[in-house]
């Protein structure tokens, strides 16, 4: 998902990819034109805004990051999933992970974003999806969406303040079931004015 956004980020915003491991993130982002990479903290400090995709049974370790990111809008892009046989259920039952991430960040301004877009869609040519935003401040909406216009084909949408980071997050649930059930390799989010 990282690299994925990264690749699309890049054509209009400076990038730097983090990683635990400096060599890691450095040989991921030399296949991306333009794109920097070092460790998590390094590109923490450097950032104006940050994209966590860091799978949720590893969300404590944003903790260590709180230093950097203080003041930063930070966009977290994680779901809490576990599979139960066939299907994905959502793992949390009150409180969301980018609630998690903003109590963690307590300093930070944290929205979700880019939780329904699967990795994939960012290697084709048309990405075409809605990115559900939920932020407590308007400001923090507006500062999320003027980054995710940057990508072609992706349209922000304010859903509200982050106590609905559950409802984008469970939303990531339903279309991984519906695009199993029905077959369909991925679905992304596409909400159609009538
Ligand atoms: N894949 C998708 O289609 C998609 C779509 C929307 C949202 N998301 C969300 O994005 C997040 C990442 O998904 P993904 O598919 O990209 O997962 P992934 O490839 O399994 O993991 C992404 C990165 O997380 C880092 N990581 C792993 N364990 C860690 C730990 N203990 N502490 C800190 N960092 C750790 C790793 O980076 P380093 O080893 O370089 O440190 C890894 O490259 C998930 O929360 C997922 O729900 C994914």
Redesign the pocket.
């Known amino acids: ?2 690299s994925g956004l990264a690749l699309q980020l890049s054509k209009r915003n400076e990038v730097r990819l983090g ?3 400096k060599e ?2 450095r040989a991921v982002a030399a296949t991306i034109p333009g794109v920097g990479g070092g460790t ?1 903290g390094e590109v923490a400090s450097w950032c104006e805004v940050a994209v966590l ?4 049974d ?1 969300i404590v ?1 944003v903790k260590a990051l709180a230093p950097f990111l203080s003041g930063k809008l930070v966009l977290s ?3 809490p ?1 576990r599979r139960e046989g066939k299907v994905m259920q959502y793992a949390l039952s009150d409180h969301s ?1 980018a609630e998690m991430v903003s109590y963690a960040l307590s300093g930070a301004r944290v929205a979700t974003a ?7 869609f960012f290697r084709g040519h048309n990405v075409d999806a809605d990115v559900l935003v939920a932020s407590d401040r308007r400001k923090t909406y507006d500062d999320a969406a003027k980054l995710i216009g940057t990508v072609e084909g992706l349209r922000p949408l304010y859903v509200g303040p982050l106590s609905e980071a559950q409802s984008v997050e469970r939303l ?1 649930v339903m279309i991984l079931n519906a695009a199993d059930l029905a077959g369909v390799p991925r679905f992304a989010v596409k909400f159609v004015p009538r």
């Open positions: 998902m990282g990683s635990r491991r890691k993130a998590n995709t860091i799978p949720f590893t370790s892009a994680i779901n999933l992970a880019f939780n329904n877009v699967p990795a994939a990531t």
